[in-house]
């Protein structure tokens, strides 16, 4: 076997060949993606990145191909930041990743929403917004992975530029606003995937959580929201009501206690009016935003708690900028941050949410989730899964399987022996009280 350290140099200066050319012909062709798809520069570079890597995956194993295929985004990411999502996007689509089939340790197999998870670690929604890439992400060892948000409606979001990295931070901001082909165009793909997965053994069929917008210029957010659940609810695993995206204007006002609560029920009242098959109602989710107030978080537990709602996502991106950005130029940028510098804050929001519902819901928890360690802190403040994005985008597909081999470490040093043991220790009195009630329910 070659070393990756040999390998990477090779993938990179493929990688490299002609990206300058590729740029020229780019200005005279159409933009990096329309309603048509993507455009034919976002295909070359996605075929280059990825044909590069292909050409030495067959001289190494599972991870020196991960460890290649990250070495090739690293080149892309010379590129601008939403050119450079498109292609990766672009590269997933086209069975240009490689693929991790080993088995995950027993250890991070954990059930929730009576769903059985061969792992917590889940991608969240942003990457593949119109549920192209799927074949490709399911391939690379995600527990789950979730795509949209999906607005009713085809929008083109806001104008370009609206992704600024702040790579010495890890850190990006983006002020995409729901940029969507519509319920429609990602039904089409998602019917497209199913048939695959079920057609070809080689197309892995894994977790699908499904999120939802709201169109911006829509005066009836449920109506919206109803619509979503309708066109795509029954190829869902779980589907996510996100009420907490900073880009569209007067859709965090929804996490407000008499909004939040009629909204969450208008929706629920649809689901349960639809004619489900053997594995009845998909579950359905909220996710919430970061900044929030305590009272803020405690009309969302009621409400969460009141409805009961089958789980929480904590948390979406923030609007604030903690002082490891505030010195970049781009930190002055509107939109929502991503990221290392998210990781405080998202937990904290997380480990709040946890304690005011008292460990009765599941939650998700997203935020800065770059490494092991991160994830087996946010399950400890009480996250049941986790969910990353913006590392991945960073560290490409080596980063799965690190971040789930140094989960089950840190469980294995911490004496627990499944994820579930882990969820919410650094709440022993919760746990204590959900223990007692189980043990009176046995």
Known sequence: MVAADVLQPVAMAATLVAPARLLELAKELPEPYTEEGPGPEV???????????GVVFML??????????SAAGAAVRRLDPELTHNIAVQACARGLMPVDDRPDPLSLSTEVFGLRFSNPVGLAAGFDKHAEAMQGLMGLGFGFVEIGSVTPQPQPGNPTPRVFRIPEARAIINRYG???LGADAVASNLEAFEQAAANSAGVKRGLLGVNLGKNKTSE????????????????ADYLVVNVSSPNTPGLRSLQGRNELKALVRKVQATRDSMAWGPRGAPPLLVKVAPDLSEDDKQDIAEVALGCKIDGLIVSNTTVSRPAEVSSNPVSTEAGGLSGAPLFPLATAALSDMYRLTQGRIPIVGAGGVSSGEDAYKKIRAGASLVQLYTAFAYGGPELVPAVKRDLAACLARDGFKSVREAVGADHPQIAKTLAAEANVAA
């Open 60 to 69: 190494g194993d599972t991870d020196v191909q991960m460890s290649l295929a």
């Open 43 to 53: 295909l070359l570079m996605a075929l280059l990145a990825g044909g590069a890597t």
């Open 220 to 235: 009836d957010a449920a109506a919206d929201y109803c619509e979503g659940l309708t066109k795509l609810g029954r190829f």
């Open 178 to 180: 729901f940029n969507s």
